[in-house]
């Protein structure tokens, strides 16, 4: 959701621009001048102001100066009256985006405040990378570091060939969004793209996955199957994993690249396809060559055209945009007004070492979405697993993230070993301290964990209303983890509907 400011000194204009806004989802501040405008911009993150052209303190001009000065992407839209269009037309050569005549119609408003940011956003897109690659589903593959600019290049490159790619890199770098962006940016890109995880495929049931079967091939194949080779016919075949398929499937597999057709399970026939094979593994091939793990003249088929893809600690210039990306996929997802990340957390983001790459930082993003109550990201809602160097109190305290389990928390005061619910009505369980109450008569840990652990679960429950998927989200527990201790603890969650 975007922010933005609005600076008038007409109060009940503010308030009807204000209320045009936020009732097509913008997050609106207001601000009575042009200095405070300044200030407020300088002190928070806003997507666009709204100026009006005369304002006590600071003008409209003289706050665009000051604002444009401070961040030029900030995109700013002038209010004047029909006698000041001189100052506006004046204003937008000084950066302004546009102005509007008052008095201020809604539907002008808000049409202009949406073509601004869409503007904004594809000014940011076409600047974070060149060339810019997005897939059909709205994703953005994001890197403005010159390794991923290098990357960018060769994909550009290698979409315009049909020659077979090799993908490496660790797990979590993007291997499958590099494989994406190969296929929909080629003149494949109107045919299917389809992929096999062959390391997520029983040994005994690969070679069906790759090439179909016959009816009665095997025990079990009760109809013909249409391989995955057969089926991208046209298109792209995404071989993720590559390295963990066995040396007689390697085989087959360098025979249907070579001669482009296949045998199916059980059948006599020859298939023949036209399919582009983009392969992608996390292994060191040579080193199995070497072993006679991997096919050497399978390895030299696939990687014609290489690409490595280096991990997410070698790129930290695009943590940032990264870590922007995931906040508006996450803002539309979990229907919240995150903007940003303050700068504490940024700096514990840029000095973690990201041994799960990308995907990682993903699920740090959505675990602070979970966790955070404010408009933005803050160090105590990151995981603790991050934040526990630094000497940053998590904001869950005493969960821990692998257990799911409650772990002591306490300093010794019935207020610590209490249960209260949420820090802004829906997002991070805490403590409500209606609940549990500590049996100091009883100074037993283990039966106070527990009956606190199942005021915690009772609470969540009524919180969400029985919801098992939801109360497992917010309250940061794995599904599995809440099935379990609701079963130990006899709780029904359908009481709590």
Not at 76 to 92: G, K, P, Q, Y
Request: include cysteine; charge should be negative; glycine fraction near 6%.
């Amino acid at each position: 959701m975007f922010k933005v400011l609005v600076a008038d000194d007409d109060a009940d204009l503010r308030l009807s621009v204000a209320s045009a806004l936020s009732e097509n989802h913008y997050l609106v501040d207001q601000a009575k001048d042009g200095e405070e405008s300044v200030n407020r911009v300088r002190a928070g993150h806003y997507d666009l102001v709204l100026l009006d052209v005369n304002m006590p303190r600071l003008t409209g001009l003289e706050a665009l100066k000051e604002i444009k000065a401070h961040d030029p992407s900030i995109i700013v839209i002038i209010l004047t009256a029909f006698s000041n269009v001189r100052d506006a037309v004046e204003a937008t050569k000084e950066g302004a985006y546009n102005y509007l005549e008052k008095p201020i119609k809604a539907e002008n408003l808000v049409y202009m405040a949406d073509k601004a940011l869409k503007a904004k956003h594809m000014i940011r897109n076409m600047s974070m990378s060149a060339p810019v690659f997005r897939l059909p589903n709205g994703t953005d593959f994001i890197g403005q570091s010159s390794e991923m600019k290098r990357i960018f290049t060769v994909i550009d490159k290698l979409s315009r060939v049909d020659t077979a790619v090799l993908i490496r890199g660790e797990s979590g770098t993007g291997k499958e969004l590099v494989a994406q962006a190969l296929h929909f940016n080629s003149p494949r890109k109107d045919n299917r793209f389809v992929t096999i995880n062959c390391s997520a495929v029983p040994e005994n049931l690969i070679e069906s996955e790759f090439f179909g079967h016959e009816k009665g091939a095997f025990t079990g194949a009760d109809s013909r199957k249409i391989g995955k080779f057969q089926f991208a016919d046209g298109g792209t075949l995404f071989l993720d994993e590559i390295g963990d398929i066995s040396a007689g499937m390697q085989v087959k597999l360098l025979r249907a690249l070579q001669e482009k057709e296949f045998t199916p399970v059980g059948s006599n026939r020859e298939v023949e396809v036209n399919v582009r094979i983009v392969a992608a593994t996390n292994r060191n091939l040579e080193e199995m060559i070497k072993k006679s793990e991997f096919r050497e003249d399978l390895f030299y088929r696939l990687n014609v055209l290489p690409i490595q893809l280096p991990p997410l600690r070698e790129r930290k210039n695009d943590i940032e945009a990264l870590a922007s990306y995931f906040i508006e996929k996450f803002n539309l997802h979990h229907h919240k007004n995150i903007t940003h990340i303050d700068a504490e957390a940024m700096a514990i983001l840029k000095a973690h070492s990201w041994p799960g790459n990308i995907r990682e930082l993903e699920n740090v993003i959505e675990h602070a979405f979970v966790i955070e109550g404010t408009t933005l990201i803050t160090a105590p809602s990151l995981p603790e697993s991050l934040t526990q160097k630094y000497g940053v109190k998590s904001a869950v305290p005493g969960f821990s993230e692998d257990e799911g389990d409650f772990e002591d928390s306490t300093d010794g005061s019935e207020d610590e070993a209490t249960i209260s619910l949420t820090r802004n009505g829906s997002v991070a369980l805490l403590a409500d301290r209606k609940g549990f109450k500590l049996d100091i008569n009883r100074l037993d840990f283990q039966a106070n964990k527990e009956e606190f652990e199942r005021q915690f679960l009772i609470s969540a429950l009524k919180a969400f209303k029985g919801r098992i998927n939801q109360t497992a989200l917010h309250a940061n527990i794995p599904k599995k983890t809440l099935l379990r201790k609701l079963e130990k603890y006899g709780i029904n969650a359908r009481d709590y509907i």
